[in-house]
């Protein structure tokens, strides 16, 4: 783990089977990052991947001392994206995908933050001004998980997955209450700042895939019902 100062900004980015592209997309946000003048960290959260990301990942955080990498030797995003929030020392926390690193939004959710306009910033695909570029089929489906939020969990917002900034102070307690990992960890971890009275902002994002899915749609769909349904019991019934 990183020593000295902690950084204004934490970007936290979980990885599975990313070879293709990790590295260039870890230095093209570094130097993107460098040009507004933040001090950073960059955490690469890989979970269970079977190709050389694990490689990749530890070259990157030996070559330069910004980007921190950790394994968690298992195939679970919500779980590797919760360790690298736990694991994060700035601020401010921004949770990545390694196919946005959308820096657009990092300067627009900051200034929200710094502001003190919101603790907790969403870019969302779905709003009225967003555009949301991937196949019909993906796009579908965010409405129909949203529409399944709302109905079982009373969500209010448009999105819980994908780009998402905070004041880490603030959203800690948030992180340590959720219970459900897997895919809908980012679901309970917005859903329950809704609940506890976090100040929330959703602001409209462009998404553009650069490569497909790591896992198919379709075979996503029974873990991700059967993982919402323990959300809505971790919530509803446990609390």
Not at 30 to 50: D, F, K, Q, T
Not at 85 to 98: H, K, M, P, Q
Not at 156 to 170: E, I, M, P, V
Request: proline share 4%; with cysteine.
């Amino acid at each position: 783990m990183a020593s000295g100062p902690s950084p204004h900004v934490s970007i936290v980015i979980p990885v599975y089977n990313e070879e293709a592209i990790l590295f260039d997309a870890v230095t093209g946000l570094r130097e993107h990052l460098a040009e507004r003048g933040w001090s950073y960290e960059i955490i690469v959260a890989e979970n269970g991947s079977r190709d050389r990301t694990v490689q990749i990942g530890e070259e990157l955080s030996t070559k330069y001392p910004e980007v921190s990498f950790f394994s968690l030797g298992e195939p679970n995003y919500g779980k590797a994206l919760k360790e690298g929030i736990l694991r994060a020392r700035g601020t401010f926390v921004i949770c990545e995908e390694i196919d946005l690193c959308d820096v657009d939004f990092h300067a627009r959710a900051l200034a929200v933050l710094e502001t003190s306009e919101a603790d907790l910033v969403i870019g969302s695909k779905l709003l009225g001004e967003a555009q949301d570029d991937r196949p019909f089929i993906r796009h579908a489906a965010s409405h129909f998980y949203n529409g399944l939020l709302r109905v079982t969990l009373g969500f209010r917002g448009t999105d819980t997955h994908g780009l998402k900034a905070f004041r880490r102070s603030a959203l800690l307690d948030t992180v340590r209450a959720c219970l459900v990992d897997k895919d809908v960890f980012a679901s309970e971890f917005v859903i329950r700042a809704e609940r506890g009275g976090i100040r929330i902002k959703e602001i409209p994002v462009r998404v553009i895939e650069k490569r497909p899915p790591s896992i198919n749609l379709f075979k996503r769909v029974p873990n991700v019902l059967k993982n919402v349904a323990k959300l809505t019991f971790a919530i509803r019934v446990r609390g």
